[in-house]
């Protein structure tokens, strides 16, 4: 081609401005694969919360026994802490016989029963031993459980997904 001859004929569209941006195929495409990511990972989540509260709720109590068990060496008084299976969904903090503290557990929980006979409730001596030893069981919606484990001799709160023997 010679220089300036047709120089001033433009090629087809040339004239258009191109302007950065997504097609409409694109912008339908990632919706759609972010909408199947979405329907994957939100019963995921559910569950996990459920999961989350339910062992949440069991270091919870495991905790409180322990404060319970440490407080009661440390003051040289009686603690104890009653497991309300009434309502399934608190327990209560006890110096002798004046109640302390009310604690709730998280929505989805529930206190499903004790092995610590019939006031359900777990005393501690002034030397911190617990009478009855025994264990606690929570359950989430789903039907999981998770069980707060005391000793008898030692007093040691561990916590397990699987019963007691």
Do not use: W
Request: include cysteine; hydrophobic fraction near 40%.
């Amino acid at each position: 081609m010679v220089p300036g001859l047709f120089s001033d004929v433009k090629s087809y569209g040339s004239n258009m401005k191109t302007q950065p941006g997504f097609t409409l195929i694109e912008l339908v495409l990632t919706i759609c694969i972010l909408g199947f990511l979405v329907s994957i990972v939100i019963p995921n989540f559910k569950g996990t919360l459920e999961d989350y509260r339910l062992r949440n709720a069991a270091m919870e109590i495991a905790s409180e026994i322990r404060l319970i068990q440490q407080r009661a060496i440390s003051e040289g008084d009686i603690f104890k802490i009653i497991f309300d299976l009434n309502n399934r969904d608190r327990y209560h903090v006890a110096r002798g016989t004046r109640i302390l503290k009310t604690a709730y557990l998280p929505d989805g929980v529930i206190l499903e029963g004790t092995s610590l006979g019939g006031g359900h409730q777990m005393v501690f001596t002034e030397s911190g031993a617990p009478i009855p030893a025994g264990s606690i069981t929570l359950k989430n919606k789903r039907g999981e459980r998770r069980y707060v484990i005391v000793a008898v001799a030692t007093g040691r709160v561990r916590i397990s997904k699987n019963p007691p023997d």
